[in-house]
């Protein structure tokens, strides 16, 4: 499965003159890629076309669905096709995998060959949404039935909903762990990274994996703001000129990760790590623990089986620090489905984003929180209900303030949801840059001030 690598970085403007329905009066936003990317994105106007009936009233047309899951695209998302089609037997479903999810889709969006359902990058900010996916109804009337429909939303309307919900923690093989003595999660940073030695020492398992290489899984570490600082932490922090100062939540999650790297607890060669093959370590025993949200957890359990194992062999824990003497995980929503703007079938997509957001099983399946408020708890946080770990949604940015923190951390170049930065600091870390904890943390608070100054003074 390839998940989310998104990043935050500035691109610069492409003019877009000659599309159709370019409406010069809508103030449009780049999207922001990485530094690297060769292909730079633009807006587009307003509009978008409509659906296609047919003269019954049926609606009809073919649905281009693009999503990251390579691993299920022939299988699970198949068999959704079906019974989709068969209930609209007018609409012609189809998969496009993209394996690079975030670097392609993000590139095809300068274009309007996006398909007509596809997950949102998390490279789209929030005032770019309208830019590129058409509205599907307002955060009060959608909020009556949905969770997370703030996520992303912009000015009252929402243009994504959640595929599912997942809260955030570490995987951790407990056969592993019990080995080194461990049977109960650690409850501060410090005791982890005592516990992460204790594996080191006593098992042969390599205490944490980062998944350096493939990026992404560096990013997971950011979906745990919150669990610290509580529900307004996103607006704490576009208000703080020094987020990675110690007793933060910016720099308890990030100090956290750069000292496993630091004191040896991570793979020899991060430079070669493989997000595939790291379900079947930790699934063996090779790898004891990695920071991801919930929806990894049947992941990983099915590849304990596949190695002989069970999927009793894979837990679930909170990380490592309390509030006020809980636990606290982060809940958020996963990849966002939403629908181009540009789409010919906008009836035939609508009907698919809701059957598989309603019907589908999808979030079950996954082990992920369902998007709709009548749904269940996945098996995945019983360990989280045992250690009554309590949830926290972050609250929406005030109106008007929808676009700040991503304003600062793009004119700092920091890409607080991406992984860049990270694999920078873990370079120090590591011992391949130069530098230390303290330079690292330092420098992020005097770029993170400056941009806050030149957004504030914009």
Request: hydrophobic letters at 35%; charged letters at 25%; one cysteine or more.
């Amino acid at each position: 499965m390839h998940r989310r690598p998104a990043s935050a970085h500035r691109s610069t403007p492409v003019d877009d003159d000659e599309s159709e329905d370019h409406d010069m009066s809508r103030k449009t936003t780049p999207l922001v890629t990485t530094a690297a990317a060769a292909a730079l994105l633009a807006g587009c106007g307003a509009g978008g076309a409509s659906g296609t009936d047919g003269a019954d009233g049926e609606i009809t047309g073919t649905v281009t669905v693009l999503t990251n899951r390579t691993d299920i695209v022939d299988t699970t998302l198949a068999g959704y096709a079906k019974e989709f089609e068969a209930l609209h037997p007018g609409v012609d479903v189809q998969f496009e995998a993209v394996t690079d999810y975030e670097g392609d889709v993000s590139v095809r969006l300068n274009s309007r060959d996006y398909g007509d359902v596809l997950l949102i990058p998390n490279q789209v900010t929030k005032d770019q949404l309208p830019q590129f996916f058409a509205p599907l109804g307002s955060t009060e009337e959608l909020g009556r039935t949905y969770r997370f429909v703030d996520e992303a939303a912009y000015e009252g309307e929402v243009y994504g909903l959640a595929t599912f919900g997942t809260a955030m923690g570490y995987v951790l093989n407990t056969d592993v762990w019990a080995e080194a003595g461990i049977t109960a999660p650690p409850e501060t940073p410090e005791e982890f990274l005592q516990a992460l030695a204790a594996i080191d020492e006593k098992t042969d398992a390599i205490p944490y994996y980062t998944n350096y290489a493939d990026g992404w899984p560096l990013a997971q570490w950011q979906s745990n703001q919150g669990s610290i600082a509580g529900p307004d932490a996103l607006l704490e922090r576009t208000r703080d000129d020094a987020p990675w100062t110690e007793g933060k939540e910016q720099h308890a999650i990030d100090s956290l990760l750069y000292r496993i790297v630091e004191r040896g607890l991570s793979e020899p060669d991060p430079t070669t790590t493989n997000w595939e093959e790291s379900k079947n370590l930790i699934g063996s025993g090779e790898v004891a623990t990695m920071v991801l949200g919930s929806w990894a957890v049947p992941q990983m359990q099915e590849a304990a089986e596949a190695a002989g194992g069970s999927a009793d062999d894979i837990g679930f824990w909170p990380m490592p620090w309390k509030v006020d003497g809980d636990f606290h995980s982060t809940v958020s929503g996963d990849y966002k489905i939403g629908i181009s703007r540009h789409s010919d079938n906008a009836d035939a997509a609508r009907a698919w984003v809701d059957w598989f957001l309603d019907s589908s099983g999808f979030a079950a399946e996954q082990g992920g929180l369902s998007p709709r408020l009548d749904g269940e708890a996945p098996p995945a946080l019983e360990d989280f209900e045992a250690h009554g770990v309590e949830q926290v949604e972050l609250s929406p940015a005030p109106a008007g303030e929808e676009s700040v923190l991503s304003d600062i951390y793009n004119t700092a170049e920091i890409d607080l949801a991406g992984e860049k930065y990270r694999q920078e600091f873990l370079d120090v870390a590591r011992g391949a840059a130069e530098g230390d904890e303290a330079f690292v943390f330092g420098d992020l608070n005097s770029r993170w001030a400056a941009a806050r100054a030149q957004v504030s003074a914009s």
